[in-house]
């Protein structure tokens, strides 16, 4: 038997996530594009995924996730230590007045897991499903991953206005265990990878910029990151 990875089955699964994470109906060709493949072999994944109602096309045959997504995501939350582990500590102990996410790195893109907004109440349902796929390097959650990766290896990921935002983070990082950024704006957030840098648990929208309330988010953050983490 060969060890080489099945190429097919790496583009159809990449295939059924760029899909699954639109926030529309997609098109063969738009969907290749975004993937940097070609539409033929995007469509006859999408064809193949549908057979078994993975995806489904809309009247103007664009695809959409089909029925077998929902017995495959609930599948996969079943199966998630970090999910199981992480939903109950987030309900209970996060933050109300700010934003706190928790996001997983794919592809150079920020999938979340968790992304819920200021409010009196957490709305669980929103903090779940509410928040879009990022690019990384816009993303403390995303850089702060990133940061376990080699210069070298990241570089040619990016283009030049996106190396000299994220490089001086990068380096911050690596510095510390933690990463806190100081956003243009006036915005302050803040990530603190778990699991062994397959995921990070972030607080975002801060807006006070002395030391000492840094301080302490930085404080809450790693204590709450510490109730979260996948048990071995």
Known sequence: MSSQPNQSLIDGIRCLQYLVSSDKAV???????????NSTRVNRLLMTMASIGLTTQDEH???????????????A????SLFAQALPQLERHAPRDIVVA????WEDQVIYIWHSEPGERINTSQALAGFRMLPAWQSV??????AAESDEALRPRFNDEQWLQIAPLLARKRAES???????????????????NRAALAFAKI??????????????????????????
């Open 178 to 196: 933690y990463l806190i950024w100081h956003r243009d704006d006036g915005e302050i957030s803040m990530a603190q990878p778990i699991d062994n």
């Open 27 to 37: 098109g063969c060709r738009e969907l290749a594009r975004q993937m940097g493949m």
């Open 207 to 232: 807006w006070q910029d002395d030391e000492a309330h840094l301080a302490q988010r930085l404080q809450q953050l790693q204590s709450l990151a510490q109730t979260v983490i996948t048990p071995r």
């Open 141 to 146: 959650i995303g850089v702060s991953l990133l």
């Open 61 to 75: 045959r664009r695809y959409l996730p089909g029925p077998g997504i929902h017995a495959l995501a609930a599948q």
């Open 102 to 105: 928790l996001g997983v790195l």
């Open 77 to 80: 939350i079943r199966g998630s």
